[in-house]
């Protein structure tokens, strides 16, 4: 919503995209941004004054298809439906999402969804594909809720290095006095701009935090997190602070997760609970293991089986995969535990009493990842668990590193991929992956993936890690 615009209002049904541009306006805003998430996981912008909403919200605002085949270091590739200089697309902003940048005056900001010169949407928008897979669930009489944990390491500015801004333990409160004002004005900023922050604290690694804010359909959860991570940046600018999100900052370190929430529910929003049979949440009070219903089961077990191949969404970075180390709670392995963080998806059914808080998170991801195609990925591989009316093995409990690999393969238990180039060549054979991409947006990400992995190709990590590091 529009900070200082609608948040007096917050139930009104939102303006027109010409009141919207005057309001803006009115309260100094000189510019919106429309932002969209490319192929290698970066926000691109094209910025609009307020005046020029209301035309881009009908006719859009233009930039080039290439995008889709730009790697992390801006250079491109020629993929088989992506690349080269011909072509254009529209930008068209979802007003629904329309925000003022508390932390960046003068500025508002609004995710876009891009479109052919025909009106068409773009086969290869990746906000267009998770939407449709919302919609595919819709169809099913079920809905999901999602949310994602933000990791991020602040630095002192100045220099391409990085260095802890602050000195204190991991998880301590040391660091919450010595960043106490940056972590203050953070906290205003995403209030202010109607984000629902559940904890803000210290992490592990040195300098490091973590947001995480209350779950939401999927596309408004992806759209989010594209928010926070602005927001956090832009707070951190203005103290003279530098931040990154990479998935690892320094070599050898513990890197910087994107954990994804979810849970399945009966019924489709705004329809009401009862909306569909097995209305409610589908992730608790049922039959099967840790409480999950038949459907809550198949959605996680589709989940699971699909995992390697979403770790081309997920973990879409070569520096991902020096995160990905077992013993870290990264999530290395392809296997579900109650509250095990070590399991690359975590069950978690909430205390006693806390009505619908059961979800699942999975570790494995980063915030090197398009959380759209993120997101969107992970609820068509649930939806192949319902088809299949799938289920999950036994619950592990403790660390699979510690493990033979015989009792490994005894239990069904596999490392994922252990570098970007095996989490591709699980993507381009993944058929439902490929079914609910289109051909066209799957053959591009696999593309792109494998550019970055020549990009790389033969670099020490420690240089692989300070080229990526100030690029999330």
């Keep these: 919503m529009i900070e200082g615009m609608l948040t007096e209002d917050a ?50 605002v233009g930039a080039s298809p290439s995008f889709d085949t730009f790697l992390v270091d801006d250079s491109s590739i020629m993929a088989r439906y992506a690349g080269g200089p011909v072509g254009d697309l529209r930008l068209r902003p979802d007003l629904t999402r329309l925000t003022r940048l508390h932390a960046q005056p003068g500025w508002a900001w609004a995710p876009a969804d891009r479109y052919a010169l025909t009106g068409r949407p773009h086969p290869q928008d990746a906000r267009a594909f998770a939407r449709a897979q919302v919609e595919r669930l819709g169809r099913r009489g079920l809905h999901a809720l999602a949310g994602f944990e933000i990791e991020w390491t602040v630095s002192s500015a100045g220099s391409d290095d990085f260095t802890a801004a602050c000195s204190g333990p991991a998880y301590g409160m040391v660091r919450v006095v010595e960043l106490s004002d940056y972590l203050r004005d953070l906290v205003e900023a995403l209030t202010a701009q109607g984000v629902e922050l559940l904890q803000i604290h210290p992490e592990y690694a040195a300098g490091q935090f973590e947001v995480s804010v209350a779950p939401e359909d999927p596309v408004g959860a992806a759209d989010t997190s594209v928010l926070v991570r602005q927001t956090v940046r832009g707070v951190a600018a203005r103290h003279g602070l530098r931040v990154s999100f990479a998935p690892q900052v320094l070599a050898g370190s513990v890197g910087n997760g994107g954990h994804l929430h979810l849970s399945l529910h009966g019924g489709v929003p705004g329809g009401g609970s009862g909306s569909a049979p097995g209305g409610g949440p589908l992730m608790a009070g049922g039959s099967g293991p840790c409480g999950l219903t038949a459907e809550g089961e198949a959605f996680v077990g589709g989940v699971l089986r699909h995992l390697p191949a979403l770790m081309a969404l997920g973990a879409p970075s070569v520096t991902s995969y020096l995160r990905l180390v077992p013993s870290n709670w990264a999530g290395a392995y392809a296997c579900w535990g109650l509250e095990n963080r070590e399991a690359a998806i975590r069950m978690i059914t909430g205390a006693a009493g806390e009505s619908g808080a059961a979800n699942v998170e999975v570790k494995c991801f980063d915030l090197a990842a398009n959380p759209y195609l993120l ?3 992970v609820l068509a591989a649930g939806i192949d668990g319902l088809t299949a009316a799938a289920t999950l093995p036994e619950p592990f409990d403790g660390d699979p590193a510690s493990c033979t690999e015989a009792e490994l393969a005894r239990l069904g238990v596999r490392r994922l991929p252990v570098d970007l180039g095996e989490a591709v060549a699980a993507f381009e054979a993944d058929e439902v992956l490929r079914a609910a991409l289109g051909a066209e947006l799957h053959d591009t990400i696999g593309a792109v993936r494998r550019g970055e992995i020549e990009l790389f190709a033969g670099l020490d990590p420690g240089v692989v890690v300070d080229r990526v590091r100030w690029l999330y």
């Design 11 to 60: 139930g009104a049904e939102h303006a027109g995209a010409g009141d919207a541009g005057a309001g803006l306006a009115a309260r100094g805003v000189v510019a919106v941004a429309l932002t969209w998430v490319d192929n290698a996981g970066l926000t691109r912008v094209k910025g609009v004054p307020p005046g020029r909403l209301s035309r881009a919200a009908t006719h859009g």
């Design 375 to 377: 997101v969107g990925g």
